[in-house]
């Protein structure tokens, strides 16, 4: 039986020609999600982060999926990439949310913003493992508005100085280097994007929020700078182009978040598949049942229209990145990839949502394979731009810039 990640190739393969390489990375990704299987699951039950994701990731050479081979990577397109998050999907949102931030907010803004002597010292490190990456943009009192950004930086010679905090970042705690976004001191503009080592003085993990509702394999944290010198060649993009650098890095994190929900939603079908054609309820496999049908054909329904949504995104990204001089493209891959976000993000909480009712009593346990779906599927829809904060972008391309919310 065909399984659902080798029919996305399949149905990929009709919008644009794979590779062999392409097919090699899909094994790799393959196995990689197979050795990570029983390890994910453990640490999941023991509400810790799963640190044998870079290590099997490293294995498997796919810790730069992304990233161009001149770096180390395999230097897969959006839409190769896009395929390779979802697999990492079905094994939760725990892995995808490592891959995503260290390369589609991580690496792929050091490839896009980078001078070529930064790429050279990080990217290469970051493509092979040697190096773990993070996206330090969160606050405790700016989310969803970086203009509220309270982290400062002050300059002393060839030296920039960062002062402040950072809440809610993903590998926050075990990060080599970190992107970090901060005003010049006293300014509300000319936010600038940092490239942070975290083994400088001054730099310093408060806090890994463990108490989170679920998201358990995930490493999550807050930080703070005290006076943490930065070298002015650590500057990602130019100085005062900080907030461009934010913009483009989340195009990225939210392909790969809709991609990673994905294989969420393709998990929840094939557990409950096998679920309702074993389970036996007055006298007969639950599967027959009329209204557990209704949820299997929901949660199938939720992953059709999801899919074509985030390949679309995956394509215009490509579509963009062949001709950068096109801020139209730019503006297009950045509209439909908050289409694809918000859809996925939602899908696959209702997805999750009807896996637990078919599983009944045993899906409220994390013992289930479906219970921790429907606990890490709902930060899919905070992190990395909210529902309302999408629906605001999708509405102001519909009505136009001058009805932005924001501006």
């Given amino acids: 039986m065909e399984k659902l990640f080798e029919r996305s190739i399949r149905d990929a393969s009709k919008l644009m020609n794979l590779t062999e390489d392409d097919h090699d990375l899909f094994q790799r990704v393959d196995r990689a999600c197979d050795e990570l299987l029983i390890p994910e699951f453990e640490k999941y039950m023991e509400r810790k982060y799963n640190d044998k994701v870079p ?26 990439h896009s395929l390779a998050i979802e697999r990492f999907g079905q094994l939760g949102l725990g892995v995808v949310t490592f891959v995503d931030v260290h390369q589609s907010l991580g690496s792929l803004t050091i490839q896009e913003w980078g001078t070529e002597e930064q790429k050279q010292r990080y990217l290469t490190k970051a493509a092979t493992g040697e190096i773990v990456l993070a996206y330090a943009l969160t606050e405790p009192e700016a989310g969803s508005d970086p203009g509220s950004l309270k982290t400062q930086f002050r300059k002393d010679g060839s030296d920039y100085y960062l002062t402040g905090s950072k809440y809610l970042i993903s590998n926050g705690s075990v990060a080599d280097r970190l992107i970090v976004f901060a005003y010049p001191e006293g300014q509300t503009k000319g936010m600038t994007a940092f490239l942070v080592d975290a083994r400088e003085k001054g730099f310093a993990v408060d806090m890994k929020l463990e108490e989170k509702m679920g998201l358990f394999t995930s490493d999550t944290a807050m930080l703070s700078f005290d006076d943490l010198r930065v070298p002015r060649d650590d500057i990602i993009g130019e100085e005062g182009r900080g907030l461009a650098v934010a913009y483009s890095a989340l195009l990225n994190g939210r392909i790969g978040i809709a991609s990673g929900c994905l294989g969420v939603m393709e998990d929840c079908l094939n557990q409950v598949k096998e679920r309702t054609s074993s389970r036996m309820q007055h ?36 579509d963009y990145e062949n001709n950068k001089a096109d801020l139209g493209l730019r503006s297009e891959a950045d509209r439909i990839s908050a289409v694809a ?46 529902d309302e904060v999408m629906e605001l972008k999708i509405a102001s391309t519909v009505l136009g810039k001058e009805f932005e919310a924001y501006r």
Avoid at 285 to 301: P, V, Y
């Fill in 283 to 318: 006298g007969k496999a639950i599967g027959k049942h009329q209204l557990i049908q209704r949820h299997i054909a929901r949660i199938s329904s939720n992953l059709e229209s999801s899919r074509w949504l985030v390949y679309q995104a995956a394509l215009k990204k490509e």
């Fill in 55 to 80: 290590e099997v990731l490293k294995k498997h050479h796919l810790m730069g999926i992304p990233i161009s081979k001149k770096y180390g990577g395999d230097g897969a397109r959006p839409l190769v």
């Fill in 341 to 386: 976000k918000y859809v996925a993000s939602k899908a696959a909480f209702d997805s999750a949502d009807s896996a637990v009712q078919c599983f009944g009593g045993f899906g409220y346990s994390i013992l289930s394979p479906v219970a921790k779906h429907l606990i890490d599927t709902r930060v899919a829809r905070i992190y990395e731009g909210t």
